[in-house]
């Protein structure tokens, strides 16, 4: 059963825009934080933004000012608006999706999506 799902994904000119989607199955109850991370070949799995329950954000400074993280409506649904697209962004994302569990949180993760920026 797919528990994260991500889309939005695709081919960008430098400069372009795009935003990705992630939704999380309803099954997940308690939702705590929702992150974007994004990776690229021969990398690690590097943290973009993140945002709380109640609204507070964190960014990688490689994209503060450029990228913004929110919520939707549904609460288990988080966006990534992607501005000024550079070619080093081209990665694929991944959403994760943090559930509050007794004594913890239980991480969710979607099987990515593919953001590709051309010069």
């Known amino acids: 059963q797919v528990q994260v799902v991500e889309s939005g994904g695709g081919l960008v000119q430098l400069g372009g825009s795009l935003r990705v989607s992630c939704t999380a199955a309803?099954?997940?109850?308690?939702?705590?934080?929702m992150s974007w991370y994004r990776q690229a070949p021969g990398d690690l799995r590097d943290l973009v933004a993140a945002?709380?329950?109640?609204?507070?954000?964190n960014y990688a400074d490689s994209v503060k000012g450029r990228f913004t993280i929110s919520r939707g409506n549904s609460k288990n649904t988080v966006y990534l608006q992607m501005n000024s697209l550079k070619p080093e962004d081209t990665a694929v994302y991944y959403c994760?999706?943090?559930?509050?569990?007794?004594?913890?949180?239980?991480?969710?993760w979607g099987p990515g999506t593919q953001v590709t920026v051309s010069s």
């Open positions: 945002i709380d329950s109640n609204g507070g954000t």
């Open positions: 994760e999706v943090q559930e509050f569990i007794s004594g913890g949180w239980r991480p969710y």
């Open positions: 309803a099954s997940i109850s308690a939702i705590n934080v």
